[in-house]
Nanobody
Framework: QVQLVQSGGGSVQAGGSLRLSCAASGSIFSINTMGWYRQAPGKQRELVATITRGARTNYADSVKGRFTISRDNAKKTVSLQMNSLKPEDTALYYC?????????WGQGTQVTVSS
């Protein structure tokens, strides 16, 4: 069993910054990908960024150059530094861990960016 506990997020004005963190516990295997997804009201959940255990990253085009994903394998954590936030970044953000073909999700954290 895998548990993901998220922290961070909140409300900020456009141009501001926020940081999300996620701590994993349970049966974590050595090969996995961690990442962040988001879901805005009335829209489907979409990928924000992922990072492999070897630190290979992948970003959605909409956040490239503004968001940075990082992980600490020893602490089993993944973080998302979000800079230059825009109102369209407003969404519920979810931490994800994918291993052995199975995905696990955090509880979700609201990020609200006002103009």
């Amino acid at each position: 069993q895998v548990q993901l506990v998220q922290s961070g997020g909140g409300s900020v004005q456009a141009g501001g910054s926020l940081r999300l963190s996620c701590a994993a516990s349970g049966s974590i295997f050595s090969i996995n990908t961690m990442g962040w997804y988001r879901q805005a009201p009335g829209k489907q959940r979409e990928l924000v960024a992922t990072i492999t255990r070897g630190a290979r990253t992948n970003y959605a085009d909409s956040v490239k150059g503004r968001f940075t994903i990082s992980r600490d394998n020893a602490k089993k954590t993944v973080s998302l530094q979000m800079n230059s936030l825009k109102p369209e970044d407003t969404a519920l953000y979810y931490c994800n861990l994918d291993q052995l073909g199975r995905g696990y999700w955090g509880q979700g954290t609201q990020v609200t960016v006002s103009s």
